[in-house]
């Protein structure tokens, strides 16, 4: 077993640090101008980027033990990497069953709310990582891009569909209300997508979303329907909850099995990747189920 962060031992896994790194990430991604306080932002960057990098060391020291168990051959690597769906970390939290079957609206708000706030927008983080991936890699990105993008349909488009239904609930996203263990989730997402050292790191942390997605989705939407939002309102769970199952396979087979064939290494990194994020996940449904007063 790795061995597990105490919170209070990190300078890292607190509030303060996780909402100065949120604020930074969305000025630093967020289209601006050459001439707008350039000298400034040079500076934070530098800096922020500095603290980013320890963040996800030490993320990453707390997986690379189980990290390096990892089969670094294709079928192993595979086979161990959807195993992550039986027994990875924070697989089946009772918090899912409990919110499809029990929690009230305001419950549900809540949960939602902190998700999307901790949500780094999955078409944003393929778009960083696809970039200089070998071709077979990339074109499978560029195929899960498509689908994010609605296939051309801005209807159909993920990001917005997500958007709404924070509108229709009326949700609180904002980072000052969100708990340390979401923003710190979108974190480390963006970090391993935007930082070119990451980028194997990313390609498994995705991977595991698309594995793990479906069964949280499933819950999540029955929750929704169980408090009386149509089908069009859910529409973002109930598609999550089946296309992602066919997204996870073909992530697997078209991006994680060529890339490790190519070089065994990435398979460590992947294996590191996925750990981090499913970590994270774990550490919000802990936070989440504190704050819900469940055991
Ligand atoms: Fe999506
Ligand atoms: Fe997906």
Not at 121 to 139: E, I, N, R, S, Y
Not at 250 to 276: F, S
């Amino acid at each position: 077993m790795a061995t597990r962060l105490k919170f209070e031992d990190s300078q890292f896994l607190q509030q303060n640090f996780q909402e100065q790194l949120s604020r930074w990430n969305r000025s630093r991604l967020a289209p601006a101008y050459p001439d707008e306080a350039v000298a400034q932002r040079l500076e934070t960057d530098a800096r922020m980027a500095r603290l980013e990098r320890a963040f996800i060391e030490e993320l990453r020291a707390e997986v690379r033990p189980e990290a390096a168990r990892a089969p670094t051959d294709v079928e192993g690597f595979i086979a161990w990497f959807e195993e992550l769906k039986q027994s990875g970390p924070g697989q089946h939290d009772r918090l899912f069953p409990w919110l499809a079957d029990e929690a009230d609206r305001d419950q549900i708000r809540w949960f939602l709310g902190q998700e999307a706030a901790g949500e780094a927008g999955f078409d944003d983080l393929v778009a960083m990582t696809q970039v200089k991936l070998p071709t077979q890699a990339k074109m499978e990105l560029a195929r899960n891009y498509w689908d994010e993008m609605g296939r051309g349909n801005v209807k159909g488009m993920h990001g917005p569909m997500l958007s709404q239904l924070v509108d229709i609930l009326d949700l609180e996203t904002r980072i000052e209300q969100t708990c340390w263990e979401s923003l710190a989730l979108a974190n480390a997402m963006t970090a391993m997508a935007t930082s070119r050292f990451y980028a194997w790191h990313s390609v498994g942390a995705l991977g595991v979303i698309e594995l793990t997605a479906p069964d949280r989705s499933a819950h999540t939407a029955r929750a929704l329907k169980r408090i009386g939002l149509s089908n069009a309102e859910r529409r973002y769970f109930d598609l999550h909850a089946v296309l992602d199952v066919k997204h996870s396979k073909d992530w697997n087979e078209e991006a994680i099995k060529p890339l490790v064939a190519e070089d065994p290494r990435r398979a460590t990194a992947m294996a590191e990747g996925a750990l981090i994020r499913l970590r994270c996940g774990a550490r919000c449904f802990d936070a989440y189920r504190a704050h819900f007063g469940l055991a």
